[in-house]
């Protein structure tokens, strides 16, 4: 399985019909998968019509022209199906920041291309401590370039394959990612990929939320019909092919706390089949060491019935849960609360956390194939951002 920091570039590879075949791998074979958008039809690029509509709202006075130039590469730190990141250091002010960079002519060939411009105007639009920020985007003929802030803690997927959590640390990150979410769900948009790979600790142990690759914007009630998202995590309406809303978020929050207690998702099953089968009519299961208010937060958000299930009705529901009565909120929110694990990281630009096959990649921007087309700026107008 390609796993790598910042984002998981091949989220749409497949057909959806394809996340319904059987899978006999092991934990975490599934990949984020997606069938909403057919990005160029029949090999066609988009119209004028259509990229007015994806465009973003940037006013182009308002532009300024950040390049690839102005920041020095120093280490690969995650790679993917059409593209890589850099941990980089910008040159005037020695500020590490990951950039991540897109071929274009993959993006297109790969039908990503509405996929990326959606991760691109979501993050210019969000603002939130628990949540990745997007500083700056451009491009240039070949490649597309994004630049976020650098969180090296590590993914939480690296920490709970080591074990699972206590409760106290499981706690603490929900509440994060529940805030996270609902400031998400206030600007109608429904994140669709919650899982430990997608999860970021900065390195004082707070959370980050990253990859809105599958995120859909302008969601109000339950009017989304496009299947997406990562195997493990799927709510059943979706796996029903139902239309949903924003509690398919809540029902992979459910998940994960979960797992994090438990140390497996909860209807796990290495064919993919048989977990969709457990998803949709299995038994949740109450383990030993899970106390009375994590199992029952857990049932409450795994909640087959969206419209029943505990944050139907907004985040405030969930919060309001007795699993975090010892949560203070507005603390919370201000990342005044002490994170119950803190990453060994010698400093804002320590990547000992990054996973060591990419740090022994030689640090240069991918060479553009010879035979790759030649994309058009104004294919991606609206693109260049600087927050």
Excluded at 208 to 237: H, M, N, W
Aim: glycine share 8%.
């Amino acid at each position: 399985m390609e796993r790598y920091l910042y984002t998981h570039f091949n989220v749409t590879e497949r057909a959806s019909h394809d996340l319904f075949q059987g899978n006999k791998g092991g934990k975490k074979a599934g990949k984020s998968e997606g069938g909403e958008f057919d990005d160029a039809p029949n090999g066609t690029f988009p119209t004028n019509d259509e990229m007015d509509k994806m465009t973003s709202t940037v006013k182009k006075g308002d532009r300024k022209k950040v390049t690839e130039k102005d920041f020095q590469i120093v280490k690969v730190i995650g790679k993917g199906s059409f593209g890589t990141v850099f941990m980089v250091k910008k040159k005037d002010t020695d500020k590490p920041y990951a950039m991540k960079v897109l071929d274009k002519d993959k993006v297109m060939k790969r039908k990503q291309y509405e996929h990326t411009l959606s991760e691109r105007r979501i993050l210019q639009d969000i603002d939130h401590p628990f949540l990745i920020g997007l500083r700056f985007s451009f491009q240039t003929k070949s490649k597309l370039y994004m630049v976020f802030d650098f969180f090296n803690g590590g993914e939480l997927y690296t920490y709970i394959s080591k074990g699972k959590f206590t409760e106290a640390r499981a706690k603490f990150y929900a509440a994060e990612i529940l805030l996270g979410l609902g400031h998400l769900h206030e600007h109608n948009i429904v994140y669709r990929d919650l899982k430990p790979e997608n999860l970021l600790l900065d390195r004082h142990g707070h959370i980050r939320i990253c990859d809105f690759g599958l995120s859909k914007q302008d969601v109000t009630g339950d009017s989304v019909k496009s299947i997406c998202g990562t195997p493990e995590y799927l709510a059943p309406e979706v796996i029903r092919r139902k239309p949903y809303g924003k509690a398919v978020d809540w029902w992979s929050l459910g998940t994960l706390i979960y797992e994090m207690i438990h140390g497996l998702p909860p209807y796990y099953d290495q064919n993919r089949q048989q977990m969709y089968k457990q998803i949709l009519r299995g038994r949740l299961k109450k383990p030993s060491h899970m106390s009375d208010a994590a199992f029952d937060i857990c049932k409450k958000l795994l909640e087959r019935d969206p419209t029943k299930r505990l944050g139907y009705n907004g985040p405030e529901e969930i919060k309001s849960h007795k699993w975090f009565g010892d949560i203070d909120w507005s603390q919370l929110f201000n990342m005044k609360v002490k994170p119950p694990f803190t990453p060994t990281v010698k400093g804002a630009d320590d990547v000992s956390r990054i996973d060591p096959v990419f740090l022994d990649e030689h640090a240069a921007l991918p060479m553009t194939a010879e035979n790759a087309s030649v994309i058009a700026k104004s294919l991606f107008e609206g693109f260049t951002f600087e927050g």
